[in-house]
C-alpha cells in the first residue's frame, strides 16, 4: 500500500485508484495533481479491499482485471453498504462487461486505452453528482455538532467528546439523515427507503434493530432519547 497524504488532508475527498498497471496508476495520479483529491494507490484486489476497511474513500477507480480478487467481485461487495461513485477501468471492449459492470453497481465506465483527461472528466462529475445531488451528503467536508456528538461527513466519523463512535456504514447514514433533517420525522419506511435505496416492503425490524444498536453506540437509549427521539407511532427525529 502507498499512503501519499499532504497539507489539510483531512479536507481533500480520498480517491482510491486501483489497477496491476503500475505505469497507469501513476498516470492517472499525474493528471489528478492539479485537483484538490487526496490520491490513494493500490495494485491489486486485496490491497483495495483493506484500503476500503480501513479508510473512508470518496470515489473509487477500479480496474476490472487484477490479482487476488477481481474488479467486478469487489464492485459488488460494496455495493452491499456503501454507494460511493465506482469508476470501472478495463482492456475488454465487448458491450456485455459493460453492462455487467453497470448492472451490479458501476456508475461509470471507461475503456482502455482512454486519455487521463478524460477519465479526470468523468471522475469530477462523479463526484459532482454525488456531493450535490445525494442528500446524504449535503454537507459534504464539514463537521455537524450535536450537543456533545461531532459527526464529520466527509471522514465519516463521528466523536462523542474526545471518544470514537464505532458506527457501521448504515447507523452512520441513519444518523446523518436525522441530523440533516433536524425536527422532522421519519417513519422505518422512509429511512430504509433513503438508506438502502430500496422500496420497504418488508423490511421487517431492520430500522428498529439498527436505531437500538445507534443508541447504545451513542450511549442513548429509548428511555433517555438524549439524541435520537421516538414519536410513537410514527417514527423517529432528532430535536432542532
Not at 79 to 107: C, F, W, Y
Not at 144 to 152: H, P, R, S
Request: with cysteine.
Amino acid at each position: 500500500m502507498i499512503f501519499l497524504r499532504g497539507a489539510n488532508e483531512l479536507d481533500r475527498p480520498k480517491v482510491l485508484i486501483v489497477d496491476d498497471d503500475r505505469e497507469i496508476v501513476d498516470l492517472i495520479e499525474l493528471y489528478l495533481a492539479s485537483e484538490n483529491y487526496e490520491i490513494l494507490k493500490a495494485y491489486d484486489g486485496k490491497e483495495c479491499t483493506e484500503f476500503l476497511h480501513y479508510h473512508d474513500i470518496s470515489l473509487l477507480v477500479l480496474d476490472i482485471m487484477m490479482p487476488e480478487i477481481d474488479g467486478l467481485t469487489i464492485c459488488k461487495n460494496l455495493r452491499e453498504h456503501s454507494n460511493i461513485p465506482i469508476i470501472m477501468v478495463t482492456a475488454k471492449t465487448n458491450p456485455i462487461d459493460k453492462v455487467q459492470g453497470l448492472t451490479i453497481g458501476a456508475d461509470d465506465y471507461i475503456t482502455k486505452p482512454f486519455h487521463p483527461l478524460e477519465l479526470v472528466a468523468r471522475i469530477k462529475a462523479q463526484m459532482r453528482r454525488f456531493t450535490q445531488l445525494n442528500p446524504h451528503n449535503t454537507n459534504h467536508g464539514q463537521t455537524i455538532v450535536i450537543k456533545d456528538l461531532i459527526i464529520n461527513t466527509l471522514e465519516h466519523t463521528v466523536t462523542k467528546g474526545d471518544i470514537p463512535c464505532q458506527l457501521t456504514p448504515k447507523e452512520f447514514d441513519i444518523l446523518l439523515l436525522l441530523v440533516q433533517n433536524r425536527g422532522q420525522v421519519f417513519s422505518s419506511e422512509a429511512i430504509f427507503e433513503s438508506v438502502w435505496k430500496e422500496a420497504a416492503y418488508e423490511q421487517d425490524n431492520t430500522i428498529m434493530v439498527h436505531i437500538r444498536k445507534l443508541r447504545e453506540k451513542l450511549g442513548d437509549d429509548a428511555r433517555k432519547q438524549k439524541y435520537i427521539h421516538t414519536v410513537w407511532g410514527v417514527g423517529y427525529k432528532i430535536e432542532k
